[in-house]
């Protein structure tokens, strides 16, 4: 109706057709600020609290859902939309892009939307998803100069052109870092009589691809000092290091990132105190989780309990299947955990499912003797049974 050029598509003539006969079919109504103030015949839309109140008067014309966008609201520093499903409000909020190729967004998030639930996701997450598609390529596209008009168009084409989502990062994170994930726990290497920076030295001789500091009993001063001379040893061999749960100790130490379970710190907080560089990594048990875990900026979801394990009590156990139903619906690079060792990671790699890249393990590295020897021997494994899966493909 009126685009986010300013320009009016549709004049006063139609309006009365789309309130009493296109509304009342709409599973979902997108306004933009102007486009909510025509249809409710001319109110002041001017605050988050009008848009509330028009999102609320759109609903009672009948369509089922209906989300105002707040991208022209006067003095915001963040985008702002409302979401309103007839019982609750949703405040979404992106930060704002400074950008001239703006053309078109109107159009890609209703079509995104409409995508998003033709693929079966719920109204809500079809929104978020919209949301951050729309998000990503105005923050691709901004420097684009092409045509001589005030404003440009957008690009829709930036998964094609970059190969991901997080376009916009110094290659932060590679998914085969994922391959062999040694993740330390401090009372195995204590009752082996060796420190977490030896254990992570020979994890890292042996093969490890990436590595996650875990000490559920350290107080945050030690917890910081050891992963200060872990990121020493990691970084002098180009092997990330990841925190896990504790943002503030990621934050202090600079290590490469976190990851966080469903009852840690929410991806997208995390994401936002971090910045766009550092790698996020989210425990999920479900598509539901993986797919919000994508929705709020993670780079990777670690899927598990594959098989049972004595190193996280009271894990519930998802198997294989769990594992399979996952990553084929997973946007995000996973890494099975849970279980896992030199007897079974074989057949968790040779399944060859879309997304997984490789196994996380604990116990079978660091409940051991010689650390340097196991993690070859896996890595040797993962190696053959990844060959054989691509072979079979
Ligand atoms: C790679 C990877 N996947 C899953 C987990 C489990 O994380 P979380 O659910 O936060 O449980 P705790 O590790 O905190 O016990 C993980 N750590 N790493
Ligand atoms: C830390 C952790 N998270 C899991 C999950 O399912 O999310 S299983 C797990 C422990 C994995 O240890 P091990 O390799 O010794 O079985």
Redesign the pocket.
């Known amino acids: 109706m009126v685009s986010t050029s300013g320009d009016v598509l549709a004049g006063p003539s139609i309006l009365s057709t789309f309130r009493e006969e296109l509304l009342p079919m709409a599973n979902i109504v997108t306004p933009n600020i102007k486009e909510a103030s025509a249809l409710l015949g001319g109110i002041r839309l001017e605050t988050v609290a009008d848009m509330r109140n028009a999102a609320e008067l759109l609903h009672a014309l009948g369509p089922r859902n209906v989300l105002v966008k707040g991208g022209d609201l006067p003095d915001s520093l963040d985008a702002v939309d409302i979401f309103f499903n007839g019982e609750h409000f949703y405040e979404l909020r992106s930060s704002r892009i400074k950008t001239r190729n703006t053309h078109g967004t109107g159009c890609t998030l209703a079509s995104c939307i409409a995508a998003e639930l033709a693929k079966g996701s719920p109204m809500l997450t079809a929104v978020r998803v919209a949301k951050r598609y729309v998000e990503t390529a105005l923050e691709y596209s901004k420097d684009i100069l092409i045509g001589n008009g005030i404003q440009g168009p957008f690009d829709h084409l930036l998964r094609l052109k970059s190969g991901s989502h997080s376009f916009h990062r110094k290659d932060a994170f590679n998914p085969s870092d994922l391959f062999l994930?040694a993740?330390t726990d401090s009372g195995m290497n204590k009752k082996w009589g060796r420190s977490t920076v030896d254990a992570v030295a020979a994890a890292i001789q042996g093969g490890a691809t990436i590595v996650?500091l875990?000490d559920?009993d350290a107080g945050t001063k030690d917890f910081l000092e050891t992963a200060k001379s872990c990121l020493a040893v990691c970084r002098s061999h180009g092997v990330p290091l990841l925190i896990?749960?504790c943002v503030d100790v990621a934050l202090a130490s600079d290590a490469d990132g976190v990851?966080?379970?469903?009852?840690?710190m929410p991806a997208t907080v995390a994401r936002t105190l971090l910045g766009p560089e550092k790698i996020i990594?989210v425990?999920c048990k479900t598509i539901e989780q993986a797919q919000q875990a994508w929705i709020g900026g993670a780079d990777y979801?670690?899927?598990?309990g594959v098989y049972s394990t004595n190193t996280?009590a009271n894990n519930p156990t998802i198997g294989l299947d769990g594992l399979k139903t996952v990553c084929s619906a997973s946007k995000l690079p996973v890494?099975a955990?849970g279980g896992i060792n030199d007897s079974n990671a074989g057949t968790v790699m040779e399944m060859g499912v879309p997304n997984l890249k490789g196994v996380?393990v604990v116990s079978a590295l660091f409940d051991r003797e010689n650390v340097l020897a196991e993690t070859k021997k896996l890595h040797a494994l993962l190696m053959e049974a990844s060959s054989s899966s691509s072979k079979i493909q």
């Open positions: 994930y993740v996650q875990r559920k896990n749960d990851h966080v379970g469903q009852s840690d990594g425990s979801i670690g899927c598990g996280k890494v955990i996380a």
